[in-house]
């Protein structure tokens, strides 16, 4: 994309692409499961290649001093717009009486349609006011595939010779794994660890992710005004220690209102952590950069491989252990860890 100079382009083809798949989820079922599992296959390749064209156009669109702001609104109305959709599916599901439907199914299954036509309907408003790229287009070559491969190359000695950006990427691979298994296995860990009681959990849970949402727009706000105040780094530090209290007081949680506690203060930090983390790499790029999908592919790539490393440490000791509450604990080493690297980069960042 750096190369040909078309990131707009690519960003489109794989939204695109994850929109219709998510959409060809409407047959997900017994009869067609192979079909369903390629739409799931390639609806998260769509979703996750999208995310680092869209987060690469941080530092076209915004100066230094805006791009913590600018983060932390995108983080906000992404957040509102995923609560908005879920309560219309959710009503959807949850009345399909009132809808004319004749059981819950089929809503369910037009839920998936649904969200693939919101997904490429607000996109069309990006689409009209970002620039292609920060490169005049060339034409597409035989050559275009090897070129890019030379151009991550470039890209991977250029992360190297910077140290700040180099060592932040190295706090952020380590802290996200912890923040990204975290919101993986939330739901999992109030379906198996809470006693509901008269409650049911399906509704627990429903309202947990909501409220982690909500929260979630409070915390990027804030966090946006506290780096102003504080600056990137020692505010993504706190946000970590506040992390580590969030898994220790995790450990103890047993009642549904003990999991509600523990969901707003995840929003809260997640909603930080996400829009701050972003902002901060941006911050951080040479001065003037036109490769910029280039540098956010490795930070994307940091981030997904996170997420495979957590998970598998969160699965390893629990099944180590006999008790997932363990690997919850166990997490914070991720955190504690993130924090003493954020504590190595130079402080040249405000």
């Not at 230094?64 to 599916?89: H, M, T, W």
């Not at 949850?94 to 607000?122: A, K, N």
């Not at 509450?325 to 914070?332: A, F, H, Q």
Request: hydrophobic share 50%.
């Amino acid at each position: 994309a750096d190369y040909v100079g078309n990131k707009k382009s690519f960003l489109k083809f794989f939204c695109y692409l994850g929109a219709i798949s998510c959409i060809g989820l409407f047959w997900f079922n017994i009869d067609y499961l192979w079909f369903g599992f390629l739409c799931y296959f390639l609806a998260l390749i769509g979703f996750w290649a999208s995310l680092v064209f869209y987060n690469s156009y941080l530092p076209d669109i915004a100066f230094p001093e805006q791009q913590d702001k600018i983060s932390a609104k995108g983080f906000s109305l992404g957040y509102i717009g995923s609560v908005i959709l879920l309560v219309i599916c959710l009503a959807m599901i949850m009345f399909y009486d009132t809808f004319g439907f004749e059981d819950e199914g089929l809503p369910t299954r037009l839920s998936f349609i649904l969200t693939g036509v919101w997904w490429i309907g607000f996109s069309q408003y990006t689409y009209k006011y970002l620039p292609k790229g920060n490169k005049a287009e060339k034409k597409l070559t035989r050559g275009v595939l090897f070129n890019g491969f030379k151009e991550l190359k470039h890209i991977w000695i250029k992360l190297g010779d910077n140290i700040r950006l180099k060592r932040f990427l190295g706090a952020f691979f380590v802290y996200s794994m912890a923040v990204q298994t975290i919101m993986l296995v939330a739901t999992y860990f109030g379906i198996e660890e809470l006693d509901w009681g008269e409650q049911n959990s399906t509704t627990g849970l429903i309202i947990s992710i909501l409220l982690i949402q909500l929260v979630a727009v409070v915390g990027a706000t804030l966090t946006s005004r506290a780096s102003g105040k504080f600056g990137n780094i020692p505010t993504l530090i706190v946000i970590n220690i506040i992390w580590m209290a969030i898994c220790i007081y995790a450990y103890t949680v047993t009642t549904p209102n003990q999991f509600y506690v523990a969901a707003a203060c995840v929003g809260l930090v997640m909603g930080g952590v996400q829009s701050l983390s972003r902002s901060t790499y941006s911050k951080l790029l040479p001065e003037h950069a036109i490769d910029t999908a280039s540098y956010f592919s490795f930070y994307d790539v940091s981030e997904k491989i996170g997420i495979v490393i957590g998970m598998f440490s969160y699965g390893f000791i629990a099944e180590l252990t006999g008790d997932i509450r363990y690997s919850i604990i166990t997490l914070t080493v991720y955190f504690l860890i993130g924090i003493i690297l954020l504590l190595r980069i130079p402080k040249a960042l405000g």
